[in-house]
């Protein structure tokens, strides 16, 4: 803006006749409309006028082409001031429409405890633009009668439609942990009510509104670990320094893929896991594992040095990551990235006295 004025200036006191500098001083105007407050680009346009009526007198110009200068001057600052307007309404819009759509994540997907019986817990989401705000990550940790059961997926999709498939998915998760006697009881039962979600919405969206996820269940002295992985990025187990890549035994398909007959028949393949003492599980979302680098290079926390020390907190051990990623990838990331942490205590804590963790 103030580039253009001050080359408008010289243009119209040195430029030959007939060539001025008016085209440059109208534009200052509408460069204040689209960057700066309504008042403070009243003030550019009434600098203007008057600039363009000062330079209009110095080089004598007559009384016609000034007005026509002052006319057409004024009408764009007019111009820019209603632009103003109109891009300020629609900041206001849109800020609305992303308070409302992280207020509905939010209701959907709220933080776990930082306690749930023998663990520490921790969570942190990232978006992959920060101004949607609302993504198809989902994780959520339940205390249930069988022990402390766990689950991070990703919905196929983006969006308010992606939301609504969490919404189901943490729904189900919630309702069968507390009923299914085992965890493959428990991955077949998701399975079902995904699938018959995604078949509602038609014979298309059956085939491809598809979960991946990890579940895992804690024993209640918090020592075993059992792990299904449906298609899902593998967890990691962090203790003494080191991180170990906890693959399945068996790759199984994401949830929800309705596949019928065509499933591997029986249970769900469980493995299982010894959890130190102090050790944790730490389980992410593919905007972990497939962000890049500029030279197009996957993260891989197992052989980041920033990740090879103790962890001693699992709210640390998320921020690490979540810094880490973010270097990596120079803080432009691909995809939502979503960190659920769990630490094996010695005893537990109770859960009324813990206060959630915060969003990344």
Same mark, same amino acid.
């Given at each position: ?22 085209? #440059? ?5 509408? =460069? ?6 309504? *008042?403070?680009?009243?003030? =550019?346009?009434?600098?203007?006028? $008057? ?26 600052? $007019? ?11 629609? /900041? *206001? ?31 942190? +989401? ?11 990550? %989902? ?16 919905? *196929? ?21 507390? +009923? ?8 077949? !039962? ?9 078949? !509602?919405?038609?014979? =298309? ?47 199984? #398909? ?5 596949? /019928? ?15 130190? %003492? ?20 996957? +993260?891989?926390?197992?052989?980041? *040095? ?11 051990? $998320? ?7 973010? !270097? ?15 630490? !094996? ?16």
């Amino acid at each position: 803006m103030a580039v253009a004025l001050l080359a408008g200036i010289l243009l119209d006191l040195f430029a030959p006749q007939p060539y001025t500098g008016l085209p #440059l001083l109208a534009a200052a105007p509408l =460069v204040a409309g689209a960057m700066l407050s309504f *008042r403070s680009a009243c003030v =550019v346009v009434g600098v203007v006028c $008057v600039v363009s009526v000062g330079l209009d007198l110095e080089r004598g110009r007559p009384a016609t082409p000034r007005y026509v200068d002052l006319a057409v001057v004024g009408l764009i600052g $007019v111009l820019a001031l209603a632009v103003n307007r109109l891009l300020r309404r629609q /900041g *206001r819009d849109l800020a609305l429409a992303r308070d409302v759509a992280e207020a509905v994540q939010r209701a959907v997907l709220p933080d776990p405890p930082r306690q749930v019986g023998p663990l520490a817990v921790a969570a942190g +989401y990232t978006a992959a633009q920060a101004e949607a705000r609302i993504g198809g990550d %989902l994780y959520a940790v339940q205390e249930t009668p069988f022990g402390v059961r766990m689950i991070i997926g990703d919905v *196929r999709g983006k969006g308010m439609e992606a939301v609504a498939a969490v919404s189901v998915a943490i729904g189900a998760f919630r309702q069968e942990a507390e +009923y299914a006697p085992t965890l493959a009881t428990l991955v077949e !039962r998701l399975d079902e009510a995904m699938a018959r979600a995604a078949a !509602r919405g038609g014979p =298309v969206t059956s085939t491809e509104g598809f979960t991946t996820a990890v579940l895992a269940e804690v024993s209640d002295d918090g020592g075993a670990l059992s792990l299904v992985n449906r298609g899902h990025p593998p967890p990691y187990l962090v203790h003494g320094g080191q991180l170990v890549r906890l693959d399945p035994t068996l790759p199984q #398909l994401p949830l929800g893929m309705g596949l /019928g007959d065509t499933a591997p028949s029986g249970s769900a393949p469980v493995d299982m896991v010894r959890l130190p %003492l102090g050790a944790s599980l730490l389980l992410v979302t593919d905007g972990v594992t497939e962000a890049r680098n500029a030279a197009g290079t996957f +993260y891989d926390p197992v052989s980041s *040095r920033r990740m090879s020390r103790r962890f001693t907190e699992p709210e640390a051990l $998320v921020a690490a990551l979540t810094r880490d990623v973010g !270097r990596w990838t120079g803080e432009r990331h691909q995809d939502d990235m979503a960190i659920l942490a769990v630490t !094996r205590r010695g005893a537990s804590l109770p859960s009324s006295s813990a206060t959630p963790p915060a969003h990344s």
